[in-house]
């Protein structure tokens, strides 16, 4: 079975904190995905990297960076926190053949201060 | 840019009858569609997907739909049982990049 592990399952940070999200699988997959989840707004895609020390934007960037320096872990970064960052975000993984599902995290919630 | 409706955001059906979920997405390139069920607390968790050259594909209780031409794709639970309360989202893969664009999910109620 595919797993893929974030580090904390809650966390509670202050405004202008600089903030790291952990994800680590374990399937050797090439491709991984930051997203959001907002009540009402579904899940969206923040940044996604499809090999080591590459990245790419998503959907909703802004405030955010990551970082890919080895292929079975993907961090998120808040540069610096604001409470309009308080979410649960979610990680996942997939291969690099076409179409290959995502298997997702259960997810960190952040709230910010 | 890309999106895809989803419809309805709350269904609740008794237990034993059918639900159905539809979503209709924007984008033609698209060629991937995946279902995902969310449970309380936990990520979600992929149910069933297809694939834009197929037109409906089944797995026990479930089963998806597609129309192309219409760009409407269709989630279909038969013999709904408490267990299947959760929240569920549809998704699409366009034709360039790899992130998926969800739909807002709905919340899917099993009555006794």
């Known amino acids: 079975d595919v797993k893929v592990t974030q580090s904390s399952r809650y966390l509670v940070k202050r405004t202008g904190e600089k903030v790291f999200l952990e994800c680590v699988q374990d399937?050797?997959?090439?491709?991984m995905f930051w997203y959001r989840q907002d009540p009402g707004l579904g899940l969206r895609l923040i940044y996604f990297?499809?090999?080591?020390?590459?990245?790419e934007k998503g959907d909703i960037p802004e405030g955010y960076s990551v970082s890919r320096e080895k292929k079975e872990r993907f961090s998120l970064i808040l540069e610096s926190a604001s409470t309009n960052q308080t979410s649960m975000y979610l990680c996942a993984s997939n291969g690099q053949r076409s179409n290959q599902p995502q298997h997702f995290g259960d997810g960190t919630r952040l709230s910010i201060l | 840019g890309e999106n895809v409706e989803q419809h309805p955001s709350t269904l609740s059906v008794q237990e034993g009858d059918s639900a159905v979920i539809k979503c209709t997405y924007s984008?033609?390139?698209?060629?991937?569609f995946p279902w995902y069920k969310q449970e309380l607390g936990k990520g979600p968790q992929l149910i069933i997907d297809?694939?834009?050259?197929?037109g409906e594909k089944k797995d026990q209780r479930i089963a998806v739909t597609l129309n192309k031409t219409a760009k409407h794709f269709s989630l279909h639970i038969t013999e709904t049982q408490p267990e299947d309360s959760a929240v569920y989202f549809c998704?699409?893969?366009?034709?360039?990049?790899?992130?998926?664009?969800f739909g807002k999910g709905t919340h899917l109620i099993i009555q006794p």
């Open positions: 984008d033609s390139a698209s060629n991937y």
């Open positions: 399937m050797d997959h090439e491709n």
């Open positions: 297809i694939r834009s050259n197929v």
């Open positions: 998704a699409f893969r366009g034709g360039g990049a790899d992130g998926l664009t």
């Open positions: 990297s499809y090999d080591v020390k590459m990245k």
